[in-house]
């Protein structure tokens, strides 16, 4: 052999991908690598946000058949609008089924912060932004009671937000008093709510850097997969991908801008979900929150202060629900014995089983919230435009609950069965 031969046998070749060299883990590249995935993950149960974005859009397909209206920009710019304050109500609830526990008293606690908030501005005289933060301050207290009682005392967080569910609303009707019903004056608070749009220059700019965003935050992925030696998508894909969302987006916004376009409430719950998001997949607290809900004694001999989780959980989902009840009462421009009632308990924790969170812990995203509201909001905007009665409304939800838990549920065995948890 000569010595040409044996520099080319010791010469290294180029790195292989960790990821990749193990066959278990091969992916495959191009469309029908993806579709091949897609079907793996399917068998296996993990089914992600498909089911609700295959119902939204059989939804949509079904009330315009039976009325093209539903489509319209007015229609889809109200549904943006009055999804928003339950939609943040059910961002907590997501936090908190993360865990595998329940909140049921959400509808209450909305009710009773933004009655505190209305009589402090109306009866007191206090400044908007002062009353607002002893509103979600209400909120947030009455979560780490919650955490505490459930963590130190031990009572079942079913039990403990049932009792707050009827307790809050006698408070409710205590701190409205007789007069049942209070009217808010304007203020920046209301017409942040009811009239703030983008403009239409602003809307289009809002597009171009939220694409800029995803691009960057892929570029950034790839580099970040490169420098730990594993496989990464290509350029090229990220390129069409982002070229793709600008047309989508910008289409969507043309479109809603035949209207009143997009309200500072939807950008604003919007902005909240994807922060929610950001924290429960890249900071460890969220990552903790997931542990706790998969297998509390796991995370407890992990290191993880289960109790501290617990109770901060708690904490940001009495936050929600009282944020939800002071936006929900700026839209309505009062407060009476009737807010955070009737079906926005319900409403809330269907939207967040409906957007895909597991009620047996452990599994979710923030997105689940908006996904679900977006199917709740749409279904009564439709059934509204056909005309027909609220009971049959209440059906039709309790039908989609009935069939995301049952999604849910099959897809739990699956996981199990092909030994993904």
Known sequence: MTRADEAKIEEPGPAVPANIADERLLQEKGFAGALTVLRRRVQGGDLGTLPVLIGILAIAIVFYVQNPAFLSSRTLVNITLFAAPVGIIALGVVLVLLLGEIDL????????????????VVYHGWPVWAALLIGMGTGAGIGVVYGVLF????????????????????????????????????????????????????????????????????????????????????MTGVI????????????????????????????????????MDLVLRKRRWGRHVFAVGGNVEAARRSGINVTRIRISVFACTGLFAAMGGLLAAAQLTSVSQASGAGDTNLTAIAAAVIGGTSLFGGRGSAYAALLGILVLQMIQSGLNLLLVDSSVRFIVTGAVLLLAVSIDSVARRARSTSGRG
Do not use: C, H
Request: aromatic share 14%.
């Open 105 to 120: 008293s959400v509808g209450s606690v909305s009710g009773l912060a933004a009655s505190i908030m209305a009589v402090l």
């Open 151 to 234: 963590t130190k005392v031990g009572v079942p967080s079913f039990v403990i937000t049932l009792a707050g569910l009827l307790g809050f609303a006698g408070f409710q009707l205590v701190v409205l008093g007789p007069n049942g019903t209070i009217n808010l004056p304007d203020s920046w608070f209301v017409e942040f709510v009811r009239f703030k749009f983008l403009s239409e220059w602003q809307s289009y700019l809002l597009v171009v850097l939220v694409v800029a965003l995803y691009a960057a935050g892929s570029i950034y992925g790839i580099r970040r997969r490169q420098a730990a030696q594993l496989s990464a998508p290509s």
């Open 240 to 275: 069409v991908r982002s070229a793709l969302m600008a047309v989508a987006l910008a289409y969507f916004v043309y479109y809603l801008n035949i209207d009143r376009g997009i309200g500072y409430l939807p950008l604003f719950f919007v902005a909240l979900v994807v922060l």
